[in-house]
């Protein structure tokens, strides 16, 4: 589980990230630091309210992108306290295990299960548009230390910070790779999916028996080296 202070966590390595890479204009709301309590209260946070926002600004013929690279309280607590934009989003998920052959859901994983309730709510409500990068697709995406220092060490500014993580985190799989020679990049994996769909595949399902019976969109393959070389190259850019 996550520790009871991950979203200030985030926040301020996101906030760190973005000024290393000048890029102090963009907006970083934050989030909610606590898990739905039912599937009727939001959560309510700066981040569930800029995406309320930001949705009521689109084009009638456009939605709004959201990615959720962690617990979902933000998308869910914004559809609890405004349904209307619901039409108005188009949702990506970074969650769950899923066997592509039986369309068996395991719900058991980290950001899933970090507020299970907000999960909920992104299966059940009809209308929304939605798209999730599994744990059993992104899993494929690993970067070993060896390439990550050959790509970013020594480069100053973020490619150090970069680096500095990755050396000083304590993972909680540390004892699984006590020498961090490799790690899986669960969240590049759906952000390059993104930018570029030719490198993955979607196919559609049934959401779970427990769940609101209707369709979304799960990738079930990732191609991991292009998606290797579109990362790298994309960061010497910046």
């Known amino acids: 589980m996550a520790t009871d202070s991950s979203v200030y966590e985030s926040q301020r390595i996101n906030e760190s990230i973005l000024q290393l890479m000048g890029q102090k204009a963009i907006p970083l709301p934050l989030g909610s630091n606590v898990p739905l309590r039912n599937s009727v209260e939001p959560a309510s946070s700066p981040a569930s309210n800029f995406i309320v926002e930001m949705a009521h600004k689109m084009p009638v013929d456009q939605k709004l992108k959201v990615v959720v ?140 028996p427990e769940n609101t019976q209707r369709l979304i969109n799960i990738y079930t393959e990732i191609d991991v080296e292009n998606i290797k070389i579109d990362f790298w190259q994309s960061l010497k850019k910046i």
């Not at 962690?70 to 914004?78: F, L």
């Open 69 to 208: 690279l962690g617990p979902c309280t933000n998308i869910a607590s914004a559809i609890l306290e405004d349904p209307s934009i619901i039409p108005k989003l188009k949702v990506h998920y970074l969650g769950f295990w899923h066997n592509v052959e039986t369309n068996k859901y395991d719900k058991k994983e980290f950001n899933s299960g970090n507020d299970p309730k907000a999960v909920e709510i992104l299966l059940n409500t009809e209308g929304l548009d939605l798209t999730i990068m599994t744990a059993t697709t992104s899993q494929h995406l690993v970067f070993t230390k060896a390439e990550v220092d050959a790509n970013l060490k020594n480069r100053g500014g973020v490619s150090d910070y970069l680096i500095n993580r990755w050396e000083t985190y304590e993972r909680w799989w540390t004892k699984e790779d006590p020498e961090k020679k490799s790690w899986i990049m669960w969240d590049v994996a759906i952000i390059e999916a993104l930018a570029h769909p030719e490198l993955s595949k979607t196919e559609t399902f049934l959401t779970p």
